[in-house]
């Protein structure tokens, strides 16, 4: 069921986040620190069961979060997982790009900005 969204203060600019995969986080939003920070991190963890989503989009990126875990090789990390091809990593990042684009559609726009993040642009391709 999605959650009807609450306006934010006037002037108040929308809060940005960043799609982004990291293995094992059980995340893939991430909002930008304020201040300076790391150049590595991510951000700020965003939950983003606790969005105003749709089941089917909480659940499309639920399902991403998990396959990207298959990307890394448990026994021997950073070594990329035993079924891990460059045709899978394509149609991950085909998913990814979707995903971002129902972000984009569902979240409202006066309160949120989706974006990938820059580390991310170099998914191994673009959608077709």
């Known amino acids: ?3 009807e969204p ?8 929308p809060r940005l986040l960043n799609l982004a995969f990291d293995a094992g986080s059980g995340i893939c939003l991430w909002a930008p620190h304020a201040g300076p920070h790391d150049a590595g991190a991510l951000g700020e963890a965003v939950d ?6 749709t089941a089917n989009t909480q ?4 399902h991403l979060i998990a396959w990207h875990d298959l ?5 021997a990390p950073p070594q ?7 045709a899978e990593a394509r149609r991950f990042a085909h998913t990814a790009h979707r995903a971002l684009q129902r972000l984009g559609h569902e979240l409202p726009a006066e ?6 993040d820059p580390a991310w642009l170099a998914w191994d391709a673009p959608p077709p």
């Open 71 to 75: 990307s890394l090789d448990w026994d």
């Open 111 to 116: 309160r949120y900005q989706v974006r990938a």
């Open 48 to 53: 983003h069961h606790d969005l105003p989503l």
């Open 80 to 86: 990329p997982g035993p079924d891990w091809s460059t």
């Open 1 to 3: 069921m999605r959650q």
């Open 59 to 62: 659940r499309l990126l639920d």
């Open 6 to 13: 609450v306006p934010p203060p006037s002037g108040v600019p």
